[in-house]
């Protein structure tokens, strides 16, 4: 990783630590989130995994609107100066259920 892909992965970082935290006071069953990337295929490469604790909590996300949580990514994004086209595309959810169910809980391999 090139020493400016070693800074931008800071700054997302920083700023997705920020989302992360304030997802957990507003958004009900909410975890963790992370990032992955392929610097050499930026911003097009860039994928955040939101984790909630129950399959359930996911899918009332996608029936209530998962406007607040792209929004907050989003911002956090925009703010570094990192614009996505349509942030959706980016954005997935994932649970710690359905990871223990097919991954025994094992998140390294899941991701």
Same mark, same amino acid.
């Given at each position: 990783?090139? !020493?400016?892909?070693?800074? @931008?992965?800071?700054? #997302? /970082?920083?700023?997705?630590?920020?989302?992360?935290?304030?997802?957990?006071? +507003?958004?009900? *069953?909410?975890?963790?989130?992370?990032?992955?990337?392929?610097? !050499? +295929?930026?911003?097009? =490469? @860039?994928?955040?995994?939101?984790?909630?604790? =129950?399959? %359930?909590?996911?899918?009332?996300?996608? #029936?209530?609107?998962?406007?607040?949580?792209?929004?907050? #990514?989003?911002?956090?994004?925009?703010?570094?100066? #990192?614009?996505?086209?349509?942030? =959706?595309?980016?954005?997935?959810? %994932? =649970?710690?259920?359905?990871?223990?169910?097919?991954?025994? *809980?094992?998140?390294?391999? /899941?991701?």
């Amino acid at each position: 990783m090139r !020493k400016t892909d070693k800074k @931008l992965d800071n700054q #997302i /970082r920083i700023g997705l630590t920020e989302v992360c935290d304030n997802a957990l006071k +507003e958004i009900d *069953g909410f975890l963790w989130l992370t990032h992955m990337v392929n610097y !050499k +295929e930026f911003p097009k =490469s @860039l994928k955040i995994v939101c984790v909630f604790e =129950s399959n %359930d909590d996911v899918a009332n996300l996608k #029936i209530n609107g998962e406007a607040r949580l792209v929004e907050l #990514i989003n911002n956090k994004l925009t703010a570094i100066k #990192i614009k996505l086209t349509n942030p =959706s595309l980016h954005i997935h959810y %994932d =649970s710690d259920e359905a990871c223990a169910k097919s991954h025994q *809980g094992h998140w390294a391999k /899941r991701l």
